[in-house]
C-alpha cells in the first residue's frame, strides 16, 4: 500500500485519473437520491417478510 501511495504522490496524470473515477463513482453513488433509492429498497425488502409469531417479544406496557 505505501508503494501505491508513493506512486500516486509521484505521478500526478495517475493521481489526476484516479480522482476524476473517484469523484465520478461518488457522484454515482453518494448523492442523495441514490441514498434515498437504496433506502427504500431497504424498507420495502423488510416489509416482505412476515413476523415469525415464534420469534415475537412483546413490550411492556406503559401505564
Known sequence: MAECILELLNNNSWRREIGAKLR???ELYLNWEAIADRTL???ADALKHKPNEN???ALPQVR
Do not use: D, F, Q, T
Open 24 to 26: 465520478k463513482r461518488a
Open 55 to 57: 420469534e415475537m417479544v
Open 41 to 43: 429498497a431497504v424498507y
